[in-house]
């Protein structure tokens, strides 16, 4: 079965610096991996997805994670963060073999990431 | 505007008294699921369903009922409450259920036993 760490429950920044969220995950086959970020009060957004293809996405607001499955991480980076990148990121992962006509994503335990003026 | 509305956002209960949290969505998603989340442990899924009528166990379903006569609501039981039943409790949907479609959550509902 596949599963997701992610490796710091907080992570505390200054304003207009760069972050990097780490996530690691752990499969037999093949995953779709995912980034979602729930700000506070709020419910999950998707934040950035990879399914196949270039190993590097990117989000609309800046963000962007790179595949890389010799060392099955996703990491979540932000060159220059901004106050409103205050939130949870939380990493998923499915299977990319349809198992049973039905693949349930799996979240890590979420990463605080708090910006700091 | 695309959205899943759960209700209630917030209620204080006893043990023992049941409840239902509703939850909608007006994108027509054959895909709903319920997740609760808690600190430390991330989201745990409850139930999931494919679709009307469809419905199957998540991880964490010890407690939890829930059905699915129509596409657009999936409401969560709890038939008799208990504190460890405190939580935060998310519905989702999407519009299939293959691992690689976008998840749509609703704003959460936070629920207290005592």
């Known amino acids: 079965a596949q599963s997701v760490t992610q490796l710091d429950s907080q992570v505390p920044v200054f304003e207009e610096a760069p972050v990097e969220l780490r996530c690691n995950y752990s499969?037999?086959?093949?995953?779709?991996l995912f980034w979602y970020v729930q700000y506070p009060n709020q419910g999950l957004q998707l934040l950035l997805k990879?399914?196949?293809?270039?190993?590097l996405v990117e989000s609309i607001n800046g963000f962007e994670a790179e595949f890389n499955k010799s060392q099955t991480s996703f990491h979540l980076r932000k060159p220059s963060v901004h106050i409103s990148d205050t939130a949870e990121y939380f990493c998923?992962?499915?299977?990319?073999?349809?198992?049973?006509?039905?693949?349930?994503?799996?979240f890590g335990a979420g990463t605080r990431l708090a910006v700091h003026p | 505007e695309a959205q899943v509305t759960q209700n209630p956002r917030y209620l204080i209960t006893v043990t023992g008294k049941k409840l239902t949290v509703t939850c909608s969505q007006n994108?027509?998603?054959?895909?709903m699921s319920w997740y609760r989340q808690d600190p430390g442990l991330g989201l745990r899924q409850i139930y999931y369903?494919?679709?009307?009528?469809v419905t199957d166990k998540g991880d964490v379903p010890e407690g939890y009922k829930v059905s699915r006569k129509e596409k657009r609501n999936f409401p969560l039981i709890l038939e008799s409450p208990s504190p460890n039943q405190t939580s935060l409790y998310f519905c989702?949907?999407?519009?299939?259920?293959w691992g690689t479609g976008e998840l749509f959550f609703g704003e959460g509902s936070r629920l207290t036993v005592l």
């Open positions: 499969s037999s086959v093949s995953v779709y």
């Open positions: 994108m027509n998603h054959e895909y």
């Open positions: 369903s494919m679709n009307v009528e």
């Open positions: 989702a949907s999407s519009r299939q259920g």
């Open positions: 998923a992962v499915s299977l990319a073999v349809l198992s049973g006509g039905y693949n349930k994503l799996i």
């Open positions: 990879y399914l196949s293809g270039s190993t």
